[in-house]
């Protein structure tokens, strides 16, 4: 076939398309160059490199990601690698456009000859590159100021893709360099002075060189995440080597064409006469189809065996991403069906027929008083949910305490507002009841109140509801004695416990109450635990905000009709206490099959978490172990206890921007990272075990912006 009967043969179809098939005709010729400088860093990456990682990495969803910093000495290796993969691009990809430019003209060039011709022509293609990359620099720089001028996105991308298409004809310089022997200046000008049709020149080049390439990444990306954990690394890995070697055979053959078969005939048969000058010749390269989609799958093989049998130790992680959205105070959008609303935490359990159910505020925006929701996983990853509203007739206010009973329903404490009262400024209400299943949440027929009616201003007292081992409820509710909302002087405080025989509270009887001479919880349901133990006997925990102090009420009788107080931890004056800072003391606590509490809280003066080991039900003893310190936290850590009666604790780590799990036994603690937080956390961490005993841990990662907030909705399962 001449060059004129070439020509005309490729006018007459699209350059990409001719393109694309002719990369998948001649794919095992070309890929040469890309796998002899790709496959020894790649293994040698898969072998030296996933060691020295350590305890930065792990295996999210069968696949390896780093969930911390980089060791110090990595994080220049890891540069130099970057430097080094770049390099040898700039090399390999010349060499491949070579090979393809003398296939297309019947010449034969053989991967080692083409990579030769590369390298001593590689000052020149460094030199056109250096300048080509300041001028997307520019392209970059230009469309952020157009942006930021007109504050219009669409704007800065149109003006980028338009000057990114007016510059694609410099790309030609790669071709002019390889073929022609260029310099890096004139190699510039030959790539303007062939790519003269700039409309159309300019946009084949982009997309071919630029967006079919990245197309191809993207929806690698996008595919990865369907497949099952137990292929997705040997998949992962094959697919990326593939594209890559692909991308880079098809941007070769994309330049090769443009360059040797420009519209204007003299100007073709100049190049076509000057590239056969120039051209080195060699043996014929054998098309080896065997050899090439070994050495393709072979590190994508390496890294899939690594990531499924994990010999290195790394923590497995399954992660889903239930939900995301975007909130503003003015106007907002939601995603994931959870509505325009950012999300909080309350707690996170798992029943019999469910995998997981979230209980959580929802709020539109930062002075929204919110609403209480439940989001229930319909498949054991999560993926399928559906979203319950958790409100009763007249309820007033989200909800303040809930807990799962032994079918798997829960058990919701809601504020509730007396339809008989006359209108008032300020509502009376009580404390009620709602029970929730799959379909949605009632009030239970036969239900009493749990609370005296009281103004609902005063209604904001904090709130804990456990489950009793005859199915049964123990409702613990806090109440303020001082007698102005304004004055903080002289505070106490009475906890009251009310005892039902059944989950709708028919009869509910109190049987003990408590003063406490300062616990200044406020309406934070955070700072009041409660648990019930198998002899029937309830456990209550109470963190002093004002002071720090902490205070364990237990029963002094079998009856439960007296209560017994301690003061594990004493606190400190009130004035010693940042309020700008904003940090709250809260806790969360858990028993022991022997009756003795473990107690997670987060120190109300400088944001430190401690776990506390009590010896005895009372807690008048204690094992006090530090997990995170100063300032570290800013959210309540969750507490569960595992089978083996560990102490399993979930809290997040601010400076490090991890989600961290301590395992702790014997008075030491293990941590582990759980997940990698990308933006920040907003609101608590929840954690349960599901029926295999894991643990599954729920968190938020938000943007926490002022104005405008961006978050998503994570699970997390420690595998």
Known sequence: MTISDTVGHVWRTSVLLQSARWTGRHLARLAGPALIASLPPAIVVYLAAMPLVGDAGGLVNGQFALLSALPGPLVGWTVAMGVVSMLAHAVVLPATVLMAAGLMLDRSVSPS??????????????????????????????????????????????????????AAPFLLAVPAVILEGCSGWRALGCGWRLGDRLAYDGVTLLVGVLGVPALAWQGLDRLMPLLPDSIAAAVTGVGYGLVGVLATVFQAVVLARMFLFPP?????????????????????????????????????????????????????????????????????????????????????????????????DNRVSRNDSGRTSMLTCEDAECRDTTLTWAGGQNQIGPVVASARLADGRLVLAVWTEDPDDPPRRIPTVRLSLLICDREGCISPEGGKPLSEPIGYALGHDAVAVAVRPNGGLVIAQTRENHGSLLDRTDNSETISFTFCDDPICSRPERKMSVNLDSASGGDDERALALVVGADDRPVAARADSETGAMSVVTCADAACTTPRVTKPEEGRGAADRDYTTGKRGSLSMAMRTDGRPVIVRREVFDGSISLLDCRDRTCAQIDKLALAGPDRARALPA??????????????????RQIVLATCSGGKCETAVAARIRHGLGGDVAMTLDGRGRPVIAWVDDTLGIYEREWALKVTTVL
């Not at 250096?130 to 520019?138: N, P």
Request: proline residues 6%; without cysteine.
């Open 113 to 166: 000859v083409a990579l030769r011709t590369a390298l001593r022509r590689a000052p020149a293609m460094l030199a056109a590159g250096a300048i080509m990359l300041l001028g997307w620099v520019a392209i970059v720089a230009a469309g952020l100021g157009v942006a930021w001028v007109t504050a219009q996105v669409w704007l800065a991308i149109l003006v980028m893709v338009g000057l990114a298409a007016l």
């Open 264 to 360: 204007d005939e003299s100007e073709r048969e100049r190049v076509s006469e000057e590239v056969l000058r120039l051209l080195p010749d060699g043996p014929p390269v054998p098309a080896r189809p065997v050899r090439v989609v070994a050495a393709l799958a072979l590190p994508g093989l390496l890294y899939g065996g690594v990531a499924l049998t994990n010999p290195l130790g790394f923590v497995e992680i399954a992660e889903t991403n239930v939900g995301e959205g975007r909130t503003q105070d003015s106007k907002s959008s939601g995603g994931g069906g959870l509505g325009p609303y950012s999300v909080d935490l309350r707690a996170l359990y798992s029943g019999a027929d469910r995998p997981l159910t979230m209980v959580m």
């Open 639 to 656: 507490l569960v206890l595992d089978a083996a009666g560990r102490a399993l604790v979930a809290y997040q780590d601010r400076d490090a």
